[in-house]
């Protein structure tokens, strides 16, 4: 079983939709969950970290947690063709020194 | 702030050579993490370092080393290059909050 698993997609989503990212995590004591976007050519950026059970909300973007089913999401709100890249989800382990990411999942968003 | 920086940008080498990177991380940055990034592997973690120890390792083989030094800037070194080792690879930097890791542009590697 992988660390950190994503759809690897691709998810096409029409503009204006709700774009729904998934990951799962393996490591329970994970303490730290992180959302990062990596457009093609460029380098990860984080979109949202969120540490406790429940929704974290920032503009468009909502990240959701729930630490018993081992899940985190992401979601898009009014999805731009702009938000088109790979989603990654990061998990930091027990220790807090080594994080770990999914594979990352393909968003394709049509004008 | 200025952000982290990776030299260089892009390198070519051969089978059999080494090679050296280098990471300057964001000022007042102390925890200095290392990625190779391939399309088949995504992400995967190579090292970590916090004032100048490596606190944890990923499962590369001993070919691939780190080091850290007295201002905070790390440099990677792989050995023996093999084809295998062509990658983007990234170093990211952690404040002191241990939390958000801010990655720097990386480095295109190219073995031949």
């Known amino acids: 079983q992988k660390e950190v698993e994503q759809n690897s997609g691709p998810l096409s989503v029409p503009e204006g939709a709700i774009a729904s990212l998934n990951c799962t995590y393996s490591?329970?004591?994970?303490?730290?969950f992180f959302w990062y976007r990596q457009y093609s050519g460029k380098s990860p950026e984080l979109i949202m970290s969120i540490y406790s059970n429940g929704d974290k909300e920032d503009g468009r973007f909502t990240a959701q947690l729930n630490k018993a089913s081992q899940y985190v999401s992401l979601l898009i709100r009014d999805s731009q063709p702009s938000d088109s890249a790979t989603y990654l989800c990061a998990v930091t382990n027990t220790g807090g020194f080594k994080t770990i990411f999914g594979a990352g999942t393909r968003l394709f968003v049509k004008a | 702030k200025a952000g982290v920086t990776q030299t260089p940008r892009y390198l070519i080498k051969t089978r059999g050579q080494q090679v050296t990177l280098s990471c300057s991380p964001i000022?007042?940055?102390?925890?200095v993490s290392w990625y190779q990034q391939t399309p088949g592997q995504g992400l995967q973690f190579l090292f970590e370092y916090f004032s100048e120890t490596q606190r944890n390792k990923g499962n590369f083989p001993g070919r691939f080393s780190g080091r850290q030094f007295s201002n905070s800037r790390s440099e990677m070194n792989v050995s023996t290059l093999e084809l295998g080792d062509s990658a983007l690879y990234l170093c990211?930097?952690?404040?002191?909050?241990?939390?958000?890791?801010?990655f720097g542009p990386g480095t295109r590697l190219l073995v031949l």
């Open positions: 490591d329970r004591g994970s303490q730290s």
């Open positions: 990211a930097s952690t404040g002191q909050s241990q939390e958000t890791q801010y």
């Open positions: 000022s007042g940055h102390r925890s």
